[in-house]
Structure formats: structure tokens, C-alpha cells
């Protein structure tokens, strides 16, 4: 299996911590885990060798939208990010993945299922990263979500 390295970022060392346990169990690769409290330490943390992020919404300094924001401008569009989140409004969800970049969208508390149903695509049968996504440039929608399950 390949070796993945993943930015795990919130606030709480809990949620954190339940991240990376919820994704050890998924087994769909060898994680190694980069964790940041806010979005500001995830962009001092942040460098090339990071493949997936797993990001909250709401921290101090900055949010994880801003840090989505920022991540992106860089030029990093290539790199899954996947907003894991309390905030369950159909505009939060939108603007993290339209205004913030996002590429899914997990609501706490999440189960196993719901995270493999968000990271799945991105992983091929030997763990590595794939495209993922199904390779429209369009906006997301939550509402496009509902429509298609």
C-alpha cells in the first residue's frame, strides 16, 4: 500500500485524532499524518509532499475556508481537500466547496461511511491519489448532491 501523507487540521486534538483513526480504518492507505490546530499552522506546515487534506471550518486565526482559499491560490488545485465540519447549512457547504475549494464535504459527527463515500475516488486499489471527482470544472452544488442519490 502506498504511503500517503495527509494534513489533518482542527482546532481539537480530539477531532483530529478522530480523523486519523476514522481513516486508519478505512484502510485505503498508509497514511502519514501532518496535523495543524488552525489554518494559519496548516499553512506554515504545508509543502509538496502533502497529498489530501482533511480541514475544519471553524478556527481560530483562520478558518478553513480561508486556509482552502489560500491553498489554492497557490496553485494547488491538484490536492484533495475535504472540509470535515459541524457546519451543515446548504450555503456553508456551498461556499466551502465554490468560494473555498473544497473538493467534498463531511458533517460531524461522521461515520466511517460517510468519510469512505467522500475520500473513495481519490484512491486507487494500491493507495495512491487518483484525480478523483468526477472531472467537471462547473460550480458544486449541495443541491446536485441530493439530486443524484
Request: no cysteine.
Amino acid at each position: 500500500m502506498s504511503k500517503i501523507k495527509a494534513l489533518v487540521v482542527d482546532d481539537s486534538k480530539i477531532m483530529r485524532s478522530a480523523v486519523k483513526r476514522a481513516l486508519d480504518n478505512l484502510m485505503l492507505a498508509d497514511f502519514e499524518y501532518v496535523e495543524a490546530k488552525d489554518g494559519e499552522d496548516a499553512l506554515s506546515k504545508f509543502n509538496e509532499e502533502i497529498e489530501i487534506m482533511f480541514v475544519d471550518w471553524n478556527m481560530p486565526n483562520m478558518t478553513g475556508v480561508e486556509f482552502a482559499q489560500a491553498i489554492r491560490e497557490q496553485g494547488n488545485d491538484h490536492i484533495p481537500i475535504i472540509m470535515v465540519t459541524a457546519e451543515k447549512s446548504m450555503g456553508k457547504v456551498d461556499k466551502a466547496l465554490n468560494e473555498g475549494g473544497a473538493n467534498e464535504y463531511v458533517t460531524k459527527p461522521f461515520t466511517a461511511d460517510k468519510m469512505h463515500k467522500a475520500i473513495s475516488d481519490y484512491f486507487d486499489e494500491d493507495g495512491k491519489i487518483v484525480g478523483g471527482g468526477d472531472g467537471e470544472e462547473e460550480d458544486k452544488s449541495f443541491f446536485k448532491g441530493i439530486l443524484n442519490s
